[in-house]
């Protein structure tokens, strides 16, 4: 079975500094989809950014970007230019690419609580 | 397009209760999902839904129920309530279980059981 590890319960960053949340996952799959959801705390859960395993290239979205190591099975996030808005537990996620089995079923990590500093 | 609501948002059970909490998508979503959240963890899955009339047990499916009668609809059900159920619920959609197909999640419900 999969699992997703998320070693740090807790961060902190100053605003408009940079921040790396880490995520390691254990799998036997060499296909697979790897996900950052953010959750304010309004509780409604946000995607933030999104890496296929096959895909050599690091996933962007405008400030949010990730370092994936497949070999590693690792997957950080980096939010560079932190803002206010961005204080939120964010978790990482991982669902298999093979149809039939976990029918595109998400396995979260246990989250990391990000505290953005004014 | 509303997107995928719940509810109730809250709600207060004593030990022994029943409920049903009702997930409502107008995303016209084959899959839905059933989540809950309890402190210090991710979420898990309860039961998910690969088509209307289909369901079928995820990580912790004990003491649930569920049923989609209709595919913009997902019912799960607490048929008798108690207090390892106080959580956080949450009901997700998505087009498809696979490749990039994205998760969309409802607001939450928040459960007490005393």
């Given amino acids: 079975a999969q699992t997703v590890t998320q070693s740090q319960p807790e961060m902190s960053v100053q605003e408009a500094e940079t921040v790396t949340l880490s995520c390691t996952y254990d799998t036997s799959e060499s296909d697979y989809y790897l996900f950052w959801y953010k959750q304010p705390p309004s509780r409604q859960m946000i995607l933030v950014i999104r890496q296929e395993a096959y895909k050599q290239q690091n996933a962007t979205e405008n400030r949010f970007s990730v370092n994936f190591q497949k070999a590693a099975k690792s997957f950080s996030l980096k939010i560079s230019d932190s803002q206010l808005g961005d204080a939120a537990m964010y978790f990482c996620a991982y669902r298999s690419a093979y149809y039939g089995g976990s029918q595109g079923n998400l396995i979260f990590g246990k989250g990391t609580k990000l505290s953005v500093k004014p | ?114």
């Fill in chain 2, 1 to 114: 397009n509303a997107g995928v609501t719940q509810t109730p948002k809250f709600r207060v059970l004593k030990t022994g209760q029943s409920m049903t909490l009702l997930c409502a998508q107008d995303m016209n979503h084959e899959y839905m999902y059933w989540y809950r959240q309890d402190p210090g963890m991710g979420l898990r899955l309860i039961h998910y839904s690969v088509g209307e009339g289909t369901t079928a047990k995820g990580e912790v499916p004990d003491g649930y129920n569920v049923s989609r009668l209709k595919k913009q609809n997902f019912l799960l059900g607490l048929e008798s309530a108690a207090p390892s159920q106080t959580s956080v619920y949450f009901c997700a959609s998505s087009k498809s279980g696979q490749d990039y197909d994205e998760q969309f999640f409802g607001p939450g419900t928040r459960l007490t059981v005393l």
